[in-house]
T-cell receptor, first 116, second 111 residues
Framework: NAGVTQTPKFQVLKTGQSMTLQCAQD?????MSWYRQDPGMGLRLIHY???????DQGEVPNGYNVSRSTTEDFPLRLLSAAPSQTSVYFC???????????????FGEGSWLTVV | SQQGEEDPQALSIQEGENATMNCSYK?????LQWYRQNSGRGLVHLIL?????REKHSGRLRVTLDTSKKSSSLLITASRAADTASYFC???????????FGTGTRLQVTL
């Protein structure tokens, strides 16, 4: 049982490049989400999913795409990287509908992204 | 905008002392959760308190919730150097599948 696994751990991109951050969980969780964390700020929700085939926007969705073709995987795509997307990205998962019904969230170890 | 705001932003205490962190929020909540983040790592869930609860305990942790003041506090008793980390409160509004985090309190526990 590996929990929530994120790859890559570190990535440097040039402005305008695209890339995908991978997230996988082996806990059969329905709920998955992506957050970004910037210095001096808490985590901000980018996108989330309450099940395969269902995604929704969070607080800061612009510049990011997600899909949920399987229960296990929830990749985050940066379409055209910008320096403002330099951040630490966290994937998280939870049972059923996630925090709304009192479930706790399990986080991955983070992906450090620098856009130059 | 941030739903939760922690106070203080940073706290430095000696081992064995108690550490208290406060969280204020703006709108009515379903539940409030506290998380811990060690430097360079992901967040780890500590404790959840529902809107109809006033106090919860877990080991050396004590969480209180005052919905009339829209505030919560996290008390860590008999702190240890290993408690050094950032602590975040996070709130859920209604049945939304969204957890909104505060800005965090950085706790430093020295020997």
């Amino acid at each position: 049982n590996a929990g929530v696994t994120q790859t890559p751990k570190f990535q440097v991109l040039k402005t305008g490049q695209s890339m995908t951050l991978q997230c996988a969980q082996d806990m059969n969780h329905e709920y998955m989400s992506w957050y970004r964390q910037d210095p001096g700020m808490g985590l901000r929700l980018i996108h989330y999913s309450v099940g395969a085939g269902i995604t929704d926007q969070g607080e800061v969705p612009n510049g990011y795409n997600v899909s949920r073709s399987t229960t296990e995987d929830f990749p985050l795509r940066l379409l055209s990287a910008a320096p403002s997307q330099t951040s630490v990205y966290f994937c998280a998962s939870s049972y059923s509908n996630g925090p709304g019904v009192g479930n706790t969230i399990y986080f991955g170890e983070g992906s450090w992204l620098t856009v130059v | 905008s941030q739903q939760g705001e922690e106070d203080p932003q940073a706290l430095s205490i000696q081992e064995g002392e108690n550490a208290t962190m406060n969280c204020s929020y703006k709108t009515s909540i379903n539940n409030l959760q506290w998380y811990r983040q060690n430097s360079g790592r992901g967040l780890v869930h500590l404790i959840l308190i529902r809107s109809n609860e006033r106090e919860k305990h877990s080991g050396r942790l004590r969480v209180t919730l005052d919905t009339s003041k829209k505030s919560s506090s996290l008390l860590i008793t008999a702190s240890r150097a290993a408690d050094t980390a950032s602590y975040f409160c996070a709130t859920v509004t209604g049945t939304a599948s969204k957890l909104t985090f505060g800005t965090g309190t950085r706790l430093q526990v020295t020997l």
